[in-house]
């Protein structure tokens, strides 16, 4: 199975804003509410951030938000910090656990 | 606290076995489906396997098909992958996660090296 498509590289400035997509097909991020996206430092386990396209777990900053339109998702971090610089996966379904091929979030 | 930690992991020849195990603490393990997640040296995030509470479905990506084989003990919180005929492209850190909210993994262990090279 193909890996959702997630633009290999973001970046933005100190409070910027920006988003990252993951793009799928109608019968995964289309077709489910089962959309993640999971932080990833190196050599560590990913966390959780968005879970159910546009949910929060506890203790994650309000400032990570997700949507969905269509066949793609976002997943948005507002008021950039430096320690968002991190991997971003998202992960869905299709038939099994689907993820994203990661997204390398720079902040300048 | 909720905690999953894996071991298991080492250096294997090709062709060769490992058993992973994941010890799972803080939560009510057998109400939990649990999945192993593999990510190779520099890549993505890759899922493996699953299996549900009580053990009776399982499901494997295609490429440890016929080789993997997932299983857990309810009574000893722990979840296993047992790993034959490995080959180079196994080489990963293996992660063990549960399914929280309908495929939203919130906890993770911490990861155990599996490398396969002669």
């Known amino acids: 199975q193909s890996a959702l498509t997630q633009p290999a590289s973001v970046s933005g400035s100190l409070g910027q804003s920006i988003t990252i997509s993951c793009s799928g097909v109608?019968?995964?991020?289309?077709?489910?509410?089962?959309v993640s996206w999971y932080q990833q430092y190196p050599g560590k386990a990913p966390k959780l951030m968005i879970y159910?396209?546009?949910n929060r777990p506890s203790g994650v900053s309000s400032r990570f938000s997700g949507s969905k339109s269509g066949n793609t998702a976002s997943l948005t971090i507002s008021g950039l910090q430096a320690e968002d610089e991190a991997d971003y996966y998202c992960?869905?379904?299709?038939?099994?656990?689907?993820f994203g091929g990661g997204t390398k979030l720079t902040v300048l | 606290e909720v905690q999953l930690e894996e071991s298991g992991g080492g250096s294997v020849q090709p062709g060769g076995s490992l058993r992973l195990s994941c010890a799972a603490s803080?939560?009510?393990?057998?109400?939990?489906?649990m999945y192993w997640v593999r990510q190779a040296p520099g890549k993505g995030l890759v899922w493996v396997s699953r299996?549900?509470?009580?053990?009776?479905?399982?499901t494997y990506a295609d490429s440890v098909k016929g080789r993997f084989t997932i299983s857990r003990d309810n009574a000893k919180n722990t979840l296993y992958l047992q790993m034959n005929s490995l080959r180079a492209e196994d080489t990963a850190v293996y992660y063990c996660?549960?399914?929280?909210?309908?495929?939203?993994?919130?906890?993770w262990g911490q990861g155990t090296l599996v490398t396969v090279s002669s």
């Open positions: 159910e396209v546009r």
């Open positions: 299996i549900n509470s009580d053990g009776s479905t399982i």
């Open positions: 996660t549960r399914d929280w909210r309908n495929l939203g993994f919130d906890y």
């Open positions: 109608s019968s995964d991020v289309g077709g489910y509410q089962h």
């Open positions: 803080g939560f009510t393990f057998g109400n939990f489906w």
């Open positions: 992960s869905t379904y299709r038939t099994n656990l689907l």
